[in-house]
């Protein structure tokens, strides 16, 4: 691959990156830096919750069925294969959040598989919620998928990067007197 071909993927994924860092600070201003009292009413977090059931997911991970007790039938931002964090309000919790994935949310209730084997120990300490998380997956398959671009040879993934590449800008000044004439029918 050209010099200028591997600087315009490496500046893509830059550019990647910087989006990534933006959209995670919006995130934390408009949700995670929020009084939970706006995170509620703005639908990112439900609070207070009541623990319906616990048990074990496929993989031995633990999981936490739960209820919201108010804003019942509300609308909320929270969906199925989102990052959350299940917390305490309850004090004198050494670890008061543990994160998950929601399996499934029906109307007030929300199945979220733990990112750990064990229910944690506060569970039936009360004042339980669940926050939205930021969700990165996105940009991590993009970062992926570039580095994998980037680092083809020989191959057919290789060929088709050559042939999307863009052509380098001319030079400023207009590129000499062999310019392109646009096509007239």
């Known amino acids: 691959m050209s010099d200028k071909k591997h600087a315009h993927y490496t500046r893509l994924l830059e550019l990647l990156r910087q989006e990534k860092e933006e959209d995670y600070r919006s ?18 977090t439900w609070y207070p919750l009541n623990v319906l059931q ?5 993989g031995e991970k633990a999981f936490v069925i739960v209820e919201r007790t108010t804003r019942l039938n509300e ?3 929270l969906r199925a294969g989102q990052s959350v964090s299940l917390f305490t309000q309850s004090p004198h919790i050494e670890q008061p959040e543990k994160q998950g994935v929601i399996n499934y949310v029906e109307r007030n209730r929300m199945k979220i598989i733990l990112n750990a084997r064990d229910v944690p120990d506060w569970i039936n300490a009360g004042q339980l919620g669940v926050d939205m998380l930021f969700d990165d997956r996105s940009y991590r398959e993009m970062e992926r998928a570039l580095e994998k671009v980037l680092a ?22 207009g590129g000499g007197p062999h310019r392109a004439q646009p096509f007239m029918p």
């Open 54 to 58: 616990t048990g074990f997911a496929l």
């Open 75 to 77: 609308p909320h931002q």
């Open 27 to 44: 995130f934390l201003q408009t949700v995670r830096e929020k009084p939970l009292s706006d995170r509620v009413e703005q639908g990112y």
């Open 152 to 173: 083809a040879k020989g191959d057919r993934l290789a060929e088709l990067r050559d042939l999307a590449t863009p052509p380098p800008s001319p030079p400023p000044g």
